[in-house]
């Protein structure tokens, strides 16, 4: 993308200022960053203090995934900075730091009619939609595309107004200055950032910015074990003091708290709540009812929670999520339903009607499972409302919350909270309604805090999903044809519905109910060299909500793929590494990834009981290739190892890249070995951590990973190995076992 004056002005303004931002129409933004005393700001991204301290915005929530290091780090390779001297403001939801690149990806989700006039981020309809609506949401792995370019243009253009102030003082062309380490040098003097800034902005910064020749880059090879880092997160000291501020952690005077117990999913509302119950127990203040949910709030979160219990909260529900009812209509759709073919390429006589080889695979709701539940912190004043909340969509969650206490959006206040690990559970922002509605009837502050029962009672989990995998193949065993025919329910398009459109979660299922959804079946194109592929989505209506999930649809799309060129290979007598060497012609990236692997991982071709299982993934860019390694012992079978070799284009942060597909990795083992719950009633059957099977200290493997050296554009390394680890460790185990393992969760208490 071209970085012209359209895309970057500077405010250059001292206490204030505007930055003036170019999309059909010239129109006026304040400036999201405001700078404080003896502070000047450089565009919506910069502040500089006169003590030297960098400021610069990061619009998107830390959630573990190393935002607050990845921008500033690029702010300051651009700018010149001291990374010492580099500090993180997390800013409110602005006009200016819109994210274009999600909001174009998501053009189905909120322009549902002609989507293609908005599937571009430089389309004017979506830069315009995007500002519009203040959309900086957190999600799919889009900040460095989508912030990377405006933030870099604007340390660029603030380094050349440094480099202009200081040339002013030494007579001298700003051209022939040069800028390093946080100061301004010419010959033999230099001025440092702090005593040039408040002249800086006073000067016109040259149109285009000067970048520096090469973006941000990385080399891996230059972080051999034990290396020092060059730009060490910025969030890491403070976590590890405990001095980060988690919503959790916000203290206000006069502050109550909150416990909640919400209704059973689907059409459902409380019916009786023993009050009585609470009477005489110190600090309790009162129960608040509502439809959906009934809360207490006291001095302290225990006393407001044992008053909960004591109460005895019931529901009257109509149409709640069954497991029975889910696994019914996945089958019934798979068998019977009409499909929508969203993707269609080459000869499609070759893949119509009973193919040879057809196998069915299945992948259970699985739930998020955040170490962190769901808080906020609420006070409503004299007309405004302030939230301090954790959000992935704060300007969303802001509309939402000033709807519900009937005031204006524009008399909310956000403060935006990191996150303990989100993975897209909260892209919801229930907990931010709740917490304004008990700001107001109770009349002062309050902190909602939800138990982990609640966090799994109301959560809404990844859906479910079954494929029938169908294949041709010719005279060597290579598949000539491929056809996947997927039943899931519209899943984007219900989210859609909920997060844009404010519908209730039953409401949503019902406006989407029968629509083709391509989200729902991202990553099922296989990534092969195959002359004729179709994939189909048959639509299933289930009473069950569903939600956004780390790795998404690729979570479900990859195991079935993978899985079944597994199976092909096996019945072809091919070994599984060569046989998808053979089909990656046009894909030399993902090939070297394989061939890669195979090395790391002392890939023994796969043979019966070797014990090893290997597949590969292409996602937003990015390519995958990962070996589980396997072994029965007297406890039964155990993934002693996972290997991975990842090609995600230019590396900003090698050591962000590497806990981003190693923390993939180990998300995708729980959700290959536990993660998920049936329900009953709307009701999870489970409820604690404990049961859900996720893999403790002891039970994670060895990981080790690789990445190869590129220059093709950075592509999100967070979802790439959540995606890849089922199908390899599904794999695994047949070598091990000779077991053909077709439904997620696998059966954890085998591993």
Not at 63 to 87: F, K, N, S
Not at 148 to 161: G, I, V, Y
Not at 218 to 244: I, M
Not at 621 to 629: C, P
Request: net charge negative; proline share 7%; with cysteine.
């Amino acid at each position: 993308m071209a970085i012209t004056r359209r895309g970057i002005l500077i405010g250059a303004l001292a206490g204030g200022g505007l930055a003036i931002g170019y999309l059909l129409r010239p129109r006026h933004f304040p400036l999201p960053l405001s700078p404080g005393r003896d502070e000047y700001a450089f565009d919506a991204w910069i502040k500089i203090a006169a003590d030297g301290v960098i400021s610069v915005a990061v619009p998107q929530v830390e959630m573990g995934q190393g935002v607050t290091t990845l921008l500033p780090q690029i702010v300051a390779y651009e700018l010149g900075a001291d990374w010492r001297q580099v500090a993180v403001e997390p800013v409110p939801p602005s006009e200016l730091h819109a994210n274009p690149v999600l909001a174009a990806r998501w053009a189905p989700l909120w322009m549902p009619v002609f989507p293609g006039l908005a599937d571009e981020p430089d389309s004017a309809i979506t830069r315009r939609w995007a500002r519009d609506s203040r959309f900086n949401v957190t999600a799919d792995g889009s900040a460095l595309a989508a912030y990377e370019a405006p933030s870099r243009a604007a340390a660029a253009s603030a380094r050349a107004l440094l480099m202009q102030a200081a040339a002013a003082r030494w007579s001298v062309a700003w051209e022939e200055c040069q800028v390093s380490g946080g100061f301004v040098t010419h010959e033999d003097k230099r001025l440092a950032f702090g005593a040039l800034a408040s002249e800086a902005v006073t000067f016109t910064p040259p149109d285009p910015p000067p970048l520096r020749p090469n973006p941000p880059a990385e080399s891996p090879g230059d972080f051999p074990p034990g290396a020092r880092l060059t730009y060490p997160r910025l969030d890491l000291p403070s976590k590890v003091d405990g001095s980060w501020t988690f919503a959790s952690d916000v203290r206000l005077p006069g502050m109550v708290h909150a416990s909640i117990r919400h209704a059973p999913l689907g059409s459902a509302r409380v019916t009786q709540v023993d009050e009585d119950a609470a009477i005489g127990m110190r600090g309790f203040l009162r129960f608040v009812r509502h439809d959906g949910w009934v809360a207490a709030a006291a001095r302290d979160w225990w006393t407001a929670d044992t008053a909960l219990t004591r109460a005895k909260p019931r529901y009257r529900v109509a149409g709640g999520a069954d497991s029975m009812q889910i696994d019914t209509a996945l089958d019934e759709a798979l068998r019977l339903g009409a499909a929508e073919r969203i993707h269609a390429s080459g000869d499609m006589d070759a893949v119509t009607g009973g193919l040879p080889l057809q196998l069915r695979y299945e992948v259970a709701p699985a739930v998020h499972c955040t170490v962190e539940t769901a808080s906020a912190t609420a006070r409503l004043e004299n007309g405004k409302l302030e939230l301090w909340i954790g959000t992935q969509a704060p300007e969303l969650a802001r509309a939402a919350a000033a709807r519900a206490v009937g005031i204006e959006a524009s008399e909310v206040v956000i403060y935006p909270m990191p996150i303990g690990g989100s993975f897209d559970r909260r892209l919801e922002f229930g907990h931010a309604v709740e917490a304004a509605i008990l700001a107001r009837e109770l009349g002062q502050p309050v902190q909602l805090t939800w138990s982990r029962q609640q966090e799994q009672v109301a959560g809404l989990p990844r859906a479910p999903a079954a494929a029938i995998m169908a294949a041709r193949t010719d005279s060597e065993g290579g598949v000539a044809g491929w056809r996947a025919r997927i039943a899931v329910p519209p899943t984007a398009r219900e989210f859609g519905r909920r997060f844009f459109g404010g519908e209730t979660p039953q409401d949503a299922i019902a406006s989407v109910d029968g629509e083709a959804d391509a989200l729902a079946l991202e990553g099922a194109v296989p990534p092969y060299g195959i002359p004729s592929v179709a994939i189909d989505h048959v639509p299933a209506r289930i009473d069950l909500p569903t939600a956004r999930m780390r790795g998404n649809s690729h979570g479900y799309t990859a195991f079935f793929t993978e899985s079944f060129v597994d199976e092909l290979a096996h019945r072809a007598g091919r070994e599984p590494l060569s046989y998808r060497m053979a089909m990656l012609g046009k894909d030399p990236r993902l090939a070297e990834c394989l061939q890669r692997v195979a090395t790391l991982s002392e890939w023994g071709g796969g043979s019966d009981n070797s014990g090893q299982g290997i597949a590969c993934h292409v996602m937003r860019g990015g390519r995958i290739a990962v070996v589980a390694s396997a072994r029965r012992d007297e406890s039964g079978v155990r993934v002693e190892k996972l290997s991975a070799v990842a090609d995600i284009g230019r590396i900003v942060n090698f050591d962000i890249a590497r806990q981003q597909i190693e923390g993939g990795l180990i998300f995708g083992l729980g959700l290959t070995v536990g993660c998920s719950t049936r329900y009953s009633g709307g009701r999870p059957d489970t409820v604690r951590l404990a049961e859900l099977g996720l893999p403790l200290l002891a039970d994670s493997p060895g990981i080790e990973v690789e990445f190869v050296e590129s220059d093709a554009d950075p592509a999100d390394p967070g979802e790439l190995g959540v995606a890849a680890v089922s199908p390899a460790i599904a794999n695994a185990l047949f070598s091990a076992t000779g077991y053909r393992f077709r439904r997620l969760p696998l059966f954890a208490e085998e591993l």
